[in-house]
């Protein structure tokens, strides 16, 4: 994922865990993710393009073959609290999986206290070929 995305390999975005209808995205933090430079807050597209991914890698695993194509028809986001200077692990898993349409929910927090950052829920459209 991180190779394939070239937006994703730019802000850092790790796979580090995929199975079925789930999947848990890595943030490792960085200066340039920062998006006030007064608080030091995390970007919050930084969070949302994380959560799709999250979102997007969980519905991935209902795809039966490299043709197969998913994309993000709606995402909605809830911020939290701002993302501190750290790492941010996003976990998204399937709430339903139908024939062309997949639901899911994410969540975004700080590894190192389970601080919950964000959390969302997103429509992607799946086409199995």
């Not at 920062?34 to 979102?55: E, K, L, Y």
């Amino acid at each position: 994922m991180e190779e394939i995305i070239p937006f994703h390999k730019v802000i850092g975005l790790q796979l580090i865990e995929m199975d079925s209808g789930t999947a848990k995205i890595l943030v490792p933090y960085k200066p340039i993710l920062v998006g006030d430079p007064r608080t030091n807050h995390i970007h919050g597209g930084v969070i949302s393009t994380a959560m799709d991914a999250a979102g997007g890698a969980a519905g991935m695993t209902t795809l039966n073959s490299s043709k197969d194509q998913i994309s993000t028809i709606d995402i909605r986001i809830d911020y939290l609290y701002p993302g501190k200077p750290e790492d941010i692990l996003v976990e998204g898993s399937i709430v339903k999986d139908g024939s062309s349409v997949i639901f899911t929910q994410m969540t975004a927090y700080h590894p190192s206290n389970k601080e919950l950052i964000a959390e969302g829920r997103a429509i992607y459209r799946v086409k199995r070929i």
